[in-house]
């Protein structure tokens, strides 16, 4: 009996600029042709959002293959696989916007995080695509938010959260309990069985951490999470904190004048030692290194990609 090639899937890390609400991949250098093979999928730490404004192919979610064509908009939660298959020797010009809903919701709702919390969790919950006239409301915000990032007119920041608001708001009213047409997304393994994991490192990762916990989370035995974490994500438990944390702490610095010990501390670590180390093992060169010279390791960190196999 044969046994089923398992795919392999890649973790791609997106930062949103300094001052930012969101990362918009914009122009021409996006119509290109697109990946070719539906077995390689992907996921990453930002909702995405993609509007296709030329050509033709399959969008592959997870285990669901839809095909595309001008003007349809797709909206995938963070941790969830997919890519974008262009037709075979051809391009398609798609544009996106990459965004953290839940930084955007609780500064929006600072005394209401209940209420944040909420529309977070029905904006992640599963994908969302729209073909050529269905949900035109959304599309037109999108198309706007984009407009706004390529133009930066007079008030443009405060127009974009306006925007946002309202389309995570379309989003989050679009659940398969309104009876809209999506079919509720039915978790069958996978990279599935550890987000629950991988969204609670990325929220504590500065707190103290153990496996039992992450395991219970999953609702798995400790053995069990270990080996199917280190089989999707190449990396164990541990390795994958690390570098949440190194990713974090490169932001830090960026933004901060925090001494390399206070952002030590900020991201987890209880001592110098220990950050210098992972820090050094992550990115190729010391904290004060990166400091100095960021821009030359700045690329290294934003294109840190786990490459992992995955059976579906």
Known sequence: MSVKKKQEIEFRYYEIPQGEQVLALLGKD????????????HFHNLLEIGYCIEGDGEMVFDEKIVPYQPG???????NFPHTTNSRLNTNSYW????????????????????????????????????????????????????????????YSVECIRGLLLSAL????????????RLERLQLKGGVHQISAALEYIEKKYMEEMKMEDLAEICSLSETHFRRLFTEYMNM???????????????????????TMEEV?????????????????????????????????????????????????
């Not at 349809?72 to 963070?78: A, E, H, Q, S, V």
């Not at 679009?174 to 809209?180: I, K, L, Q």
Request: glycine fraction near 4%; hydrophobic fraction near 30%; aromatic fraction near 10%.
């Open 30 to 41: 996006w119509n290109r042709p697109y990946g070719q093979d539906a077995d390689k999928q």
């Open 72 to 78: 349809m908009l797709t909206i995938i939660p963070k």
């Open 95 to 154: 544009e996106y916007i990459f965004l953290n809903p839940e930084d955007i919701l609780k500064d929006l709702y600072p005394d209401n995080r209940l209420f944040a919390q909420k529309i977070t969790e029905l904006v992640n919950k599963k994908e969302q695509y729209y073909m050529e006239g269905e949900n035109e409301e959304l599309v037109v915000l999108v198309r706007m938010i984009m407009e706004e990032c390529r133009n930066r007119k007079s």
């Open 169 to 180: 708001m379309n989003i989050a009213r679009h659940d398969t309990e309104s009876g809209n």
């Open 236 to 258: 164990t438990p541990v390795e994958y904190l690390n570098l949440i944390r190194v990713q974090q702490a490169c932001e830090l610095m960026m933004k901060s004048r925090y």
């Open 264 to 312: 030590a501390h900020h991201v987890g670590y209880t001592t110098i030692s220990t950050f210098n180390r992972n820090f050094r093992k992550i990115i190729g060169t010391s904290p004060y290194q990166y400091k100095k010279s960021s821009g030359n390791y700045q690329s290294k960190l934003l294109n840190a990609r786990v490459l992992t196999r995955k059976g579906w």
